[in-house]
């Protein structure tokens, strides 16, 4: 008997040790690594993540059963354990919740309760059942359908009435209430395709008519010929599977060639003519025709610094954090594309991390000019079957490189030579719900437990960061100048307290006047950005001086005078901009503070 370590999707901190008996019995307790396993826990199953071989010894207590292996194929790492182990630990998160977080989101299969009628409920009818319980809308349904789905099934079972009439059926025996778990909300998807037998292929080469050495060549039609439309889609499928270099051609082609032509394939193959398989089709994450970059003739004396300092430290595969101090336009991203190089010639992988998509979706256009098919991404902007297309191309060893945001950082990959954070000081590295981790201190913890490089890139480092650049916790790498020597642009702080002598006007700083009024006179363009929505930031009564507040959230709402509404920007709280003040009752209030409209 294999006693198996399995962390189940629930919020316990602990992981349990089930069995396999020979119903889910496996060559060892490896082959079960990765995989989702159904187990009974207390009174329901719950889906599990097998993690190997159990540490628990002989033991006094009854083990349970698995009760299924929910996968043929692992979707995660064993080399992967280490790192969702010390996740949970260092945040208190439950480790099987870790691994579900880390995996595909339409990999989530869930465990529910449904209803169902019994053989001697399927005799009944409806009207055999008292007045009070026949006249429910979902008992009517019951014995219409027979069950019900799981979201029915819930909604009976938490409402309080409902569930006494379900457990007067339950106990008379006509209903049941049994625990089933739901599909996964996303698979593999796949194509029919079609090709000729490797005989047939053989006598169409050099033939002047392939047809006709089809029909003297196939034993299946020695006694008769092929009928007009089997040549013609023969013919059809010989043509594309040439222009194919000898692949087989999806249904799909042959559809838009010889719309008729699917049924005779079908009893091509049957004969044994030609041969059919389902291929499996990766869902492509790049929608539009991206731009090329091309890989620069010379780099900058900064850039060939760094480059020659990170490349060293791929080759020697050990763990070193580089903070990379880069100004605006200092040519970080042909660093990274360099030292990437590096690591996939060292036949290592590499994984990107940026702190939200739209940076993604224009970092990979450089890594897809420079490495084309090895490229994989890996974010919520994807739709479920392109991320799990995505996971599962890394997982095969399909893509060396990753790129995504932080949720990247749990991509399976092996055999890791790089890791680089772009825009490392983004707030963004952190999520905020659920598992709240940082994708940035993930991935040094990652690097640290592959033995890869790391770099941390950022025009304005982190404080954390920048004291451990200083401290020589990490090696500091400086680029001061920008590709070409262009020039950065001077920043310029105003203080608005003062107006140098000079009584301001309106909205706007005098300095800012005259700069928006330069950039006109020179016909050029500006841009004014505000984080403030509305027109005031809040309201006060001008007799009694109280806010106007949020009932639920305590903050002050926002004037919106385009929609005239009073909003309140944390819960969408709402009055109309026609109150009277809550205190006094006044109708004398002022808006104070200005927004975006205010600015228009």
């Known amino acids: 008997m294999m006693l198996l370590e399995v962390a189940v999707t629930a919020p316990v901190r602990q992981t349990y040790t089930y069995s396999a008996d020979e119903d889910n019995l496996l060559d060892s307790e490896l082959d079960y690594v990765g995989k989702r396993v159904l187990v009974p826990f207390g009174r329901r199953p719950l889906i599990g993540y ?11 207590f009854q083990i349970k059963p698995i009760l ?21 630990d260092y945040y208190h998160y439950p480790l099987g919740l870790v691994i579900k977080t880390a995996l595909p989101g339409g990999l989530t299969a869930r465990t529910s309760k449904t209803i169902s009628l019994t053989e001697k409920g399927s005799k009944l009818t409806v009207e055999d059942l008292p007045q009070n319980i026949a006249a429910k809308s979902w008992v009517v349904k019951l014995f219409s359908k027979g069950s019900l789905g799981s979201s029915e099934s819930s909604l009976v079972i938490s409402a309080k009435e409902e569930r006494a009439d379900l457990d007067n059926l339950i106990t008379r025996g006509i209903a049941s209430q049994r625990n089933t778990v739901e599909k996964d909300r996303v698979k593999a998807k796949s194509e029919l395709c079609f090709g000729l037998t490797e005989e047939l292929k053989a006598s169409a080469e050099g033939a002047a008519d392939p047809i006709e050495e089809f029909e003297k060549k196939c034993s299946p039609y020695e006694d008769r010929k092929l009928s007009r439309g089997e040549k013609k889609i023969l013919k059809i499928l010989l043509e594309l599977q040439q222009d194919r270099s000898g692949e087989m051609v999806p249904r799909k082609e042959l559809r838009e060639r010889y719309p008729y032509g699917e049924r005779l394939l079908n009893q091509l193959a049957c004969d044994g003519v030609v041969k059919k398989y389902n291929r499996r089709v990766y869902r492509s994450p790049f929608g539009e025709l991206l731009p090329h970059y091309p890989k620069p003739d010379v780099l900058s004396a900064e850039q060939k610094n760094v480059v020659s300092v990170v490349c060293q430290s791929i080759r020697s595969q050990c763990y070193e954090p580089f903070l990379l101090h880069g100004v605006t336009g200092s040519g970080k991203t042909e660093v990274y594309l360099q030292a990437a190089e590096e690591a996939v010639a060292s036949n290592r992988n590499v994984l990107v991390l940026v702190p939200e998509i739209a940076l993604a979706t224009q970092i990979e256009a450089h890594f897809i000019s420079r490495f084309k098919g090895k490229v994989a991404l890996l974010h919520s902007g994807l739709s479920a079957g392109e991320r799990f297309d995505e996971w599962w191309r890394i997982l095969n060893g399909e893509a060396a490189i990753v790129i995504g945001a932080r949720s990247a950082v749990f991509a399976p990959l092996l055999n890791i030579g790089l890791i680089v954070v772009d825009e490392e000081h983004d707030s963004s590295y952190k999520q905020d719900d659920g598992l709240r981790y940082n994708g940035r201190d993930l991935a040094l913890v990652r690097a640290k437990s592959t033995g890869c490089t790391v770099i941390l890139g950022s025009a304005t480092p982190s404080i954390v960061s920048h004291y451990h650049g200083r401290t020589s916790k990490y090696q500091l790498l400086s680029m001061t100048r920008r590709i070409g020597e262009r020039k950065l642009p001077e920043p310029c702080i105003v203080d608005l307290k003062t107006t140098s002598g000079k ?7 005098p300095v800012l006047q005259k700069g928006l009024q330069e950039t006109f006179d020179n016909s050029n363009q500006s841009i004014l950005l505000l984080n403030r929505r509305g027109f005031a930031t809040s309201v006060i009564c001008r007799d009694c001086g109280t806010v106007v507040e949020c009932n639920h959230c305590k903050v002050s709402l926002n004037r919106h005078r385009q929609k005239n509404l009073l909003l309140c920007h944390y819960c969408g709280y709402s009055l ?3 109150v009277t003040c809550q205190t006094c009752g006044s109708d004398n209030l002022q808006p104070i503070g200005f927004g975006t409209e205010r600015v228009e």
């Open 68 to 88: 299924k292996i929910m996968d043929e194929v692992p979707y995660f790492q064993a080399e992967q354990i280490s790192f969702f182990r010390w996740v949970a």
């Open 50 to 60: 097998a993690l190997g071989k159990s540490r628990l010894g002989e033991s006094e």
């Open 503 to 509: 009584k301001g006007s309106g909205l706007f700083h």
């Open 576 to 578: 109309t901009g026609s």
